[in-house]
C-alpha cells in the first residue's frame, strides 16, 4: 500500500485553518442549521402535514387507489430491473476496470459516465428519436410488434439508463484501491478466476457494493425526467409513481398528491438509515482490516 | 515471475470478464425485447378475437389536453355502461392529458392512441400530416368534430382587486397576467386570438395597434406555463398574478375548488372555443377498435354526454342543452370563431404562432 507523501502531510499541516472566532464559529453553524432545517426539514414536516390534512381516511384512500397500486407496482418493476442488471453490469464492469489492463478502457470509463453528466430529458428524447413512430427502428420493431416507448419496456430502459453508473461508479474507485495483490496471491496458488472473484474480490467490495445497490434502488424509485418522456402519461399503464404525483397534483388533488408522496419518502428514509448502517458496517470492518 | 503469471491469467481471463460485461449490458434489451414481444402478441390476440367473435373485453387509449381530466373521468363511466348495453361489452378506457401539442407530438411519436380529444384543430392536423389520421376527419363527426366547445374567460383573486372588467384593463401597467404559452399550449393560442379579436374591434382592424395591445398584454405576462393546467396551477395553487386567462371550464373548476376566493370575469369579445376529435385510423385499423372508438366519440353528442359536458362547465355543441345551462354560462357574449374571424387554424397560425410570425416578434422584444 502506498504510505502518505511526507510533502504533502507537510502542506495539510500549513493549510490548517486558524481559529475563526467564536462568533463566525456559530455564524457558520448557525447557517448550516437553518440551511438543513429549510431545505431538508421543512419540505419533508410539508410533505407529511399535506398527506395527513384531511384524515386518514383521505389518505388511505390515495395510497390504496388502483391507479397509485398500478403505479407503485410499475415503479417497483423498473427499480428492480434496473437495480439487478445495474448490478450484474457494476460488478462486472468494476471487475474489468480495476484488474486488468485493456485497450479502451478509459473509454469505457467514460461511457460508463455518461448518464451522469447527460440530462434525463435528452435521455427520454434519444430513446424517443431511435424507438419512437419517427424513430429508425420503428418499421423493425413492428414487424415483430414490439413496443418500446410509451410502454413498460421504454419505462424500464430509461431507469436502467438513468441508474447505469451507481453501482459501477461506487466499485471501481474501491477496486482500485485495493490493488491487485491478493488476487495474484490466489491465482498463484491455483485458484480459479471464479473462486478468486468469490473468495477474494466479492468480500472486500461486499459493503461498496450495498451501498452502490441502495444508491442505485434509492434514484431509480424517484426517477421522473426521462420516465416522463417515454411514458406517454397512460394511466394505470405507464405511469409511474413520480408521474402519479404529478398528475394528482394537477388535477387539484393536493392531499393525495402529497399522500402517495409521503410512500416515497418514506422508502427514502428507510433507504437512507440502510445507507449510514452499511457505511457504518463496511467503515468498521474495514477498521478491523486494517488493524 | 509474479507479475507474469498474473499477466499470463490477464491475456486469456480478460476476454472472458469483456464478453461477460458486454453480455450483462445486453441482457436488459434482450430481456425489455422479449418482455415487450409478449406484450404485444397478447395485445395481437385481443385484437385478432375482436374481429372475429365478441370478446368479453375491449380496451382503448383516449389520448386529451390538460383540462378534460374530470369531463373524462365522468364520461368514461357514462359510455362503458352505454357500450356494455349496446355490446354486451366491457370497454376499459385508459386515459392520458397533458398539453395539448405535447400529446398531439407524444402520438406522433409512438403513443399509441385509438381517438384524440385535443384542444384545437391544428393539433389533430398534425397527425392527419403524420399519416396517423386519414383526410376528411373533420366531417366524420357533427359540428366539425367539436361535441362541446368553450371559451376564453378571466379569473381573478376574489374582489377584484385591480377592477378588471375587460380585455383593455389587463394590459394597463401593474398588472401581472398568467397564460400559458401559445408555442405549446392550445388553450393559449385561444387566449391570444380572443385579445386578438378585442383589438381588432376596439382599433378599428388596424393590425399595427392591435399588435402593440397584444405586446403591451404578454408585456405583462409574469409566468409563461407550458400547459393550460400547469397555469391554472400556478395562479390558483401558487398563488401568482393577478389575472388568469382560461379556459371557461377551467376557471368553474377553480372556483368551485376555492369558491371565496375567485370570480369570473367575462369580457366583452372572446372566441369560442371549439376542441377537436377524431379517431385515430392507423391504430384503431391496427387494434381493430373502429367501432367502439367511432361509437365512443359520437356518443359524445348524446343528451346524456351534452348534459355531462354542461355539468363540466363545458358549453354543450347541442343548442337546446346549452340552454339549459343559461344560469352557469353567460350567453350574451359576443364569440367570435376561428373560421369566420379568422380564416381558419391554417391561416391564424402561419400569421400568428408560426417560427417568426406575430407572437414571437412581440415576445422577442
Known amino acids: ?291 | 515471475m509474479m507479475g507474469f503469471t498474473w499477466a499470463q491469467m490477464n491475456a486469456w481471463r480478460k476476454k472472458t470478464v469483456l464478453g461477460l460485461t458486454l453480455l450483462v449490458a445486453a441482457a436488459p434489451l434482450a430481456a425489455c425485447g422479449s418482455n415487450a414481444a409478449n406484450n404485444g402478441n397478447t395485445a395481437e390476440a385481443q385484437g385478432a378475437s375482436g374481429e372475429t367473435s365478441a370478446p368479453a373485453a375491449v380496451e382503448i387509449t383516449n389520448v386529451s389536453y390538460d383540462p378534460t381530466r374530470e369531463l373524462y373521468d365522468a364520461y368514461n363511466k357514462l359510455f362503458q355502461a352505454h357500450w356494455k348495453e349496446k355490446s354486451g361489452q366491457d370497454v376499459g378506457i385508459i386515459q392520458s392529458h397533458g398539453g395539448s401539442g405535447k400529446q398531439a407530438r407524444s402520438v406522433l411519436e409512438g403513443n399509441e392512441a385509438d381517438v384524440v380529444t385535443l384542444a384545437l384543430e391544428q393539433d389533430v392536423a398534425e397527425l392527419e400530416k403524420g399519416g396517423l389520421i386519414e383526410p376528411g376527419w373533420v366531417g366524420e363527426f357533427d359540428k366539425q368534430s367539436s361535441p362541446y366547445t368553450s371559451t376564453i374567460v378571466f379569473l381573478v383573486r376574489k374582489g377584484n382587486p385591480k377592477g378588471i372588467k375587460d380585455w383593455d384593463d389587463i394590459v394597463k401597467n401593474g398588472v401581472e397576467i398568467i397564460t400559458p404559452n401559445p408555442k405549446t399550449s392550445g388553450g393559449a393560442r385561444w387566449n391570444f386570438l380572443a385579445a386578438w379579436a378585442y383589438a381588432q374591434a376596439h382599433d378599428g382592424a388596424d393590425e399595427a395597434k392591435s399588435t402593440e395591445f397584444i405586446k403591451s398584454l404578454y408585456n405583462n405576462v409574469t409566468v409563461l406555463d407550458t400547459g393550460a393546467r400547469g397555469a391554472t396551477t400556478t395562479f390558483v395553487e401558487n398563488n401568482q398574478g393577478d389575472v388568469l386567462l382560461a379556459w371557461e371550464n377551467e376557471a368553474f373548476l377553480s372556483i368551485k375548488e376555492h369558491p371565496d376566493d375567485y370570480e369570473i370575469v367575462t369580457p366583452s369579445i372572446s372566441i369560442l372555443a371549439q376542441p377537436s376529435v377524431a379517431v385515430v385510423d392507423e391504430i384503431a385499423k391496427k387494434r381493430g377498435t373502429e367501432k367502439v372508438s367511432t361509437e365512443y366519440l359520437q356518443y359524445l353528442y348524446s343528451d346524456e354526454a351534452q348534459k355531462l359536458a354542461g355539468e363540466n362547465y363545458y358549453r354543450p355543441s347541442n343548442p337546446d342543452i346549452l340552454a339549459q345551462f343559461s344560469d352557469t354560462f353567460n350567453l350574451d357574449l359576443k364569440l367570435v370563431t376561428i373560421d369566420d374571424d379568422f380564416g381558419g387554424w391554417e391561416a391564424a397560425t402561419e400569421k400568428f404562432f408560426a417560427d417568426g410570425a406575430i407572437f414571437d416578434q412581440i415576445y422577442r422584444k
Open chain 1, 1 to 291: 500500500m502506498n504510505l502518505a507523501n511526507p510533502a504533502e502531510t507537510a502542506n495539510r499541516v500549513q493549510e490548517k485553518p486558524r481559529d475563526p472566532g467564536k462568533a463566525a464559529k456559530y455564524t457558520l453553524i448557525g447557517l448550516g442549521v437553518a440551511f438543513i432545517l429549510i431545505m431538508l426539514v421543512l419540505p419533508l414536516i410539508t410533505v407529511c402535514v399535506y398527506a395527513l390534512k384531511q384524515g386518514w381516511d383521505v389518505f388511505s384512500q390515495a395510497i390504496t387507489d388502483p391507479y397509485a397500486i398500478k403505479a407503485l407496482r410499475l415503479t417497483l418493476l423498473a427499480t428492480v430491473v434496473a437495480v439487478v442488471c445495474n448490478t450484474f453490469f457494476g460488478l462486472f464492469a468494476s471487475w474489468a476496470i480495476s484488474k486488468f489492463h485493456f485497450r479502451g478502457k478509459q473509454f469505457l470509463t467514460t461511457l460508463i459516465d455518461i448518464p451522469f453528466a447527460i440530462s434525463p430529458i435528452i435521455a427520454g428524447l434519444v430513446f424517443i428519436l431511435v424507438f419512437g413512430r419517427i424513430g429508425w427502428a420503428y418499421d423493425f420493431l413492428q414487424t415483430y410488434d414490439i413496443k418500446v416507448v410509451f410502454a413498460v419496456p421504454g419505462i424500464i430502459l430509461a431507469t436502467i439508463f438513468v441508474t447505469f453508473p451507481f453501482v459501477a461508479r461506487e466499485l471501481i474507485p474501491l477496486m482500485q484501491a485495493q490493488g491487485n495483490d491478493e488476487e495474484e496471491a490466489a491465482a498463484l496458488m491455483g485458484a480459479k478466476w471464479w473462486t478468486i472473484y468469490r473468495k477474494v474480490t466479492l468480500p472486500h467490495i461486499k459493503w461498496g457494493l450495498l451501498y452502490g445497490v441502495i444508491l442505485c434502488t434509492a434514484r431509480a424509485l424517484g426517477e421522473f425526467g426521462a420516465v416522463s418522456v417515454v411514458s406517454g402519461h397512460l394511466r394505470g399503464k405507464t405511469n409511474t409513481l413520480p408521474l402519479h404525483i404529478e398528475i394528482l397534483f394537477n388535477e387539484f388533488q393536493l392531499t393525495a398528491a402529497f399522500a402517495v408522496s409521503s410512500i416515497l419518502v418514506v422508502t427514502a428514509i428507510i433507504i437512507l438509515i440502510l445507507r449510514n448502517i452499511v457505511e457504518f458496517k463496511g467503515r468498521k470492518e474495514e477498521g478491523e482490516h486494517v488493524r
